[in-house]
């Protein structure tokens, strides 16, 4: 640990350490899920054993009745890509009218893509089904595709807030 210290104070890359380290941290800090934390997931699972397996917090969560019953759905972020944006930077001699380049740096920034992923409870809290919006609409099973239209007009509601 000393010789680290050492080093670390006495290095001309003691900003870009710092810089590694702090993104490090903030890349564990999960705001959205990834689909292979639901792979265990079926119907006779419930929300609480979700939210344990997706480890991340509810976006946004409303009921609907359909057929007199009544339903809940969760909403979650879900990490569905990776944007990645290229540039450079050209530093100038500082002249306001210099053409003589100094150096050519280069910078790269990730962002992660996230959407909202779906899932629908029952009155005994056990998932019906889960899964993107379209994929509600566009189901072959007559129950889902008959709730789909109000789970659509609640969440953009919300959405329109």
């Known amino acids: ?18 810089i590694m380290l702090v993104a490090i941290l ?4 999960s705001t ?12 006779s699972t419930t929300s609480k054993d979700v939210q344990k397996m997706i480890d991340v917090d509810v976006k946004e969560q409303f009921s609907v009745t359909y057929l007199n019953n009544d339903y809940h759905v969760k909403i979650y972020p879900v990490k569905i890509g ?7 930077v050209n530093n100038w001699d500082g002249g306001v009218y210099s ?31 889960w ?16 709730i789909a239209p109000l789970i659509q007009t609640k969440y953009f509601a919300l959405k329109n807030k």
């Open 32 to 43: 959205m899920f990834t689909m292979n934390s639901i792979m265990q997931l079926n119907k």
């Open 26 to 29: 903030l890349s564990s800090c």
């Open 99 to 129: 053409t003589t380049r100094t150096s050519t740096q280069t910078v790269q920034s990730k962002n992660q893509l996230s959407s909202d992923y779906f899932f629908l409870f029952d009155r005994n809290d056990t998932v019906v089904f």
């Open 131 to 146: 899964g993107f919006l379209q994929e509600f609409s566009k189901n072959e099973d007559s129950f889902i595709a008959g």
């Open 1 to 18: 640990m000393l010789f680290i210290s050492v080093y670390f104070r006495k290095s001309k890359y003691k900003n870009y350490l710092i």
């Open 82 to 88: 990776v944007s990645t944006t290229t540039s450079q």
